[in-house]
Nanobody
Framework: VQLVESGGGSVEAGGSLILSCVASGYSYSAYSMCWFRQAPGKEREGVANIDSDGTTNYARSVKGRFTISQDNAKNTLYLQMNSLKPEDTATYYC????????????????????WGQGNQVTVSS
């Protein structure tokens, strides 16, 4: 199983970026997928999840600004990030968990078996 991310970079506050995560080695649509981020000195936090049943969840800090989506035909997960703020600066990771996750578990890193390599997003003020 492999998750390969792309699309990070640097942007000014108010700008947009899109992250992509290509999955291989498993039946993509049978997994719960999540974007996490980790800033220096902080814990890894869940940002956006799309479960195997198609439902989505967002952290309060990004709701209305970020959109998670997937293209099952391409085994690709996306995170569209708009109205970026300096506090969004972090390394972003995509992660996959087998099957359906109860909503209370979807932002807990320990429930995800597979992880991408991480992609830096830097937002300047």
């Amino acid at each position: 199983v492999q998750l390969v991310e792309s699309g990070g970079g640097s942007v000014e506050a108010g700008g947009s970026l899109i992250l992509s995560c290509v999955a291989s080695g498993y039946s993509y649509s049978a997994y719960s997928m999540c974007w996490f981020r980790q800033a220096p000195g902080k814990e890894r936090e869940g940002v956006a999840n799309i479960d195997s049943d198609g439902t989505t969840n967002y952290a309060r800090s990004v709701k209305g600004r970020f959109t998670i989506s997937q293209d099952n035909a391409k085994n690709t997960l996306y995170l569209q990030m708009n109205s970026l703020k300096p506090e969004d600066t972090a390394t972003y990771y995509c992660a996959a968990a087998r099957g359906h996750l109860w909503v209370g578990f979807r932002f807990l890193p320990r429930y995800y078996e597979y992880w991408g390599q991480g992609n830096q997003v830097t937002v300047s003020s």
